[in-house]
């Protein structure tokens, strides 16, 4: 059937529904009081009554085929009674290959079962909304559909139940996309997190035996000359003290490594002050440091851990790769948001190349978790740029004026 065939422009109020079309049309079957008319004494109404009564009327057919929706009548068991010409564009199917059919033989089976428990319990409802199920086209492939089911058994003008469908297979598609990217990514995530734990641990190993357990074990000669040789103690006990000392200061350095700035009983402030200085005992590096009163900027621990964390780490990466001389870090604060900014003149690298590696994924991953950004710029040559954004959730009542504050270390 053609679309354009038969549509006449009306004037319909905007109030009106779609299939009250059928009751304020005259009938092209002689019927002059504008209704559809079902023999008398009719208990079933067949498909052929809805094709002849229903696309017979013009503006019906016109408003329902030229419209986005594919729309269909069944009755109280699933058989279809009517579908719109358009389930050839939608479905591949002629409207009159439904004819006979039940809904539910296009119906995936896993969706079937779910679609025919919420039409038992429909009850005294007029409209029921199901959710996106599987449709058989006529390519054999399984189309994505969402229905919305309007119970008009009792309207003398449709005797039946209408369905609006949409095609959605795209959309369907999309999200699914979408979410598998959202679990590639927490995959990813949880291996880079993994990654650093072992890593982690791995570094908290290798201070413990290489440093800690080297001068125990010293300590533990001495120990064992004073007992062997009493004649030793006076030159053995200062040695002694002066390595178990060294122990406990290694013990010292490797917590402070492990525990953030609020375990360290210390603010960002300060705790990023003692980081620069312990980096800072390699002479060859000279740390600049530079902020604006954090007062203007209540971030919460768990920023306040992260941004220490990504601080920390981007100060091992400079010592261990970049061959710099200078590292400028600053922090600058707003009611709106915490900017920290990393800057180092070593020998940088290529930003997204094999050498950028897990650190700094690892860092982004931590600026994320604390609904943060970090970009990093940085080519052979030029050095490195490291920049973190880190919102707010609130504003202080009363922030101080601001305070700067320059450090300089070497």
């Known amino acids: 059937m053609n679309r354009s065939s038969g549509c006449q422009e009306k004037n319909l109020d905007k109030g009106t529904e779609p299939f009250e079309l059928a009751k304020d049309t005259k009938m092209n079957s002689g019927n002059t009081d504008g209704h559809m008319q079902w023999p008398e004494g009719t208990s079933q109404v067949t498909p052929t009554d809805y094709l002849f009564r229903l696309d017979n009327t013009d503006s019906y057919r016109c408003l329902v085929e030229n419209g986005a929706d594919l729309v269909s009548i069944i009755d109280q068991n699933g058989n279809y009674l009517y579908v719109a010409n358009n389930s050839k564009a939608l479905l591949g199917y002629d409207s009159s290959y439904f004819n006979g059919k039940n809904a539910f033989d296009f119906i995936h089976p896993e969706d079937a079962v779910a679609m025919q428990e919420k039409l038992g319990s429909f009850g005294e409802e007029k409209v029921v909304d199901f959710a996106p ?100 103690c006076e030159s053995c006990i200062p040695k002694c003290t002066a390595t178990i000392e060294s122990a406990i200061e290694e013990i010292r350095k490797l917590s402070r490594k492990l525990v953030g700035p609020k375990h360290q009983g210390l603010g960002l402030e300060d705790a990023l002050r003692e980081l620069m200085a312990s980096f800072a005992v390699n002479a060859r590096v000279h740390y600049h440091y530079h902020s604006v009163d954090l007062s203007l900027c209540p971030i919460t621990e768990e920023t306040e851990l992260v ?80 920049h973190g954004v880190f919102k707010v959730a609130q504003e202080p009542e009363d922030p101080k004026p601001a305070r700067i504050v320059d450090i300089h270390s070497s």
């Open 133 to 232: 199920f599987r449709f058989l086209a006529a390519s054999g492939e399984w189309r994505w559909i969402e229905s919305r089911l309007t119970n008009l058994l009792d309207n003398p003008a449709i005797h039946g139940m209408v369905i609006n469908s949409k095609e959605i297979t795209d959309k369907v598609e999309l999200q699914e996309q979408l979410k598998e990217a959202r679990a590639h990514r927490e995959r990813e995530i949880t291996r880079a997190v993994v990654f650093a734990q072992e890593k982690e641990r791995q570094g908290i190993g290798a201070e413990l035996h290489d440093n800690v357990n080297q001068l125990l074990a010293s300590a533990k000669l001495y120990l064992d000359v004073m007992r062997t040789d009493p004649a030793e």
């Open 307 to 386: 941004v220490y964390r990504i601080v920390q780490e981007q100060f091992t990466n400079i010592l261990r790769h970049a061959h710099a001389t200078e590292v400028d870090i600053s922090l600058k604060g707003s009611p709106k948001e915490l900017q920290v900014t990393i800057t180092d003149n070593g020998q940088g690298f290529e930003v997204g190349g094999k050498k950028e590696g897990i650190g700094i994924s690892n860092m982004r991953n931590r600026a994320h978790a604390a609904h943060g950004t970090l970009q990093v710029t940085s080519s052979p040559g030029n050095g490195c740029l490291l």
